[in-house]
């Protein structure tokens, strides 16, 4: 079954920042594309995620140089993740290639001497979440994310 994954721009989390939303996106399409046999350019992955061009170029320079993506240059160039590399890249990887650590370091108040020492009213609860969100980025590969978008159990626009 052939899958192309498209995002729509509009939609917004509050969970993640933007920079790692459009990093799991981009990540996501170029896997699909990949288990395809396709190489995706810049400008596809841009149209696919729904992010800005110049903005996706800088998170696919990011998730390059970490070695999540490969780029190749050339007339048959593009950016690929091949299923066998997919398995092996979790979520926290695709956020720590692009400079995302604040979910782990954020109050759930926006308190900035906010820890376990100086708690705020939401600490304890905070950290429950913050834990078990921690251990999805870790356990979730894309390779996995592509397999649902497979058999049809996810989708990525509405």
Do not use: W
Request: glycine fraction near 6%.
């Amino acid at each position: 079954m052939h899958v192309s994954a498209t995002f729509a721009p509009e939609t917004r989390s509050t969970v993640f920042s933007k920079t790692s939303e459009y990093a799991f996106r981009a990540t996501v399409v170029v896997a699909i594309a990949s288990k395809n046999g396709e190489r995706l350019t810049l400008t596809d992955i841009a149209e696919r995620t729904g992010a800005p061009k110049a903005f996706t170029a800088k998170v696919l320079q990011e998730l390059a140089r970490a070695g999540i993506v490969t780029s190749h240059r050339g007339p048959n160039g593009g950016f690929d993740l091949p299923p066998l590399k997919a398995r092996k890249v979790n979520l926290r990887m695709v956020m720590e290639a692009v400079g995302d650590d604040t979910f782990r370091q954020e109050c759930a108040m926006g308190l900035g001497a906010c820890n376990s020492d100086n708690p705020c009213p939401m600490h304890d609860q905070f950290s429950k979440v913050r834990d078990e969100l921690n251990n999805i980025l870790e356990t979730t590969h894309i390779h996995s994310l592509t397999l649902d978008l497979d058999e049809v159990k996810t989708r990525l626009k509405i």
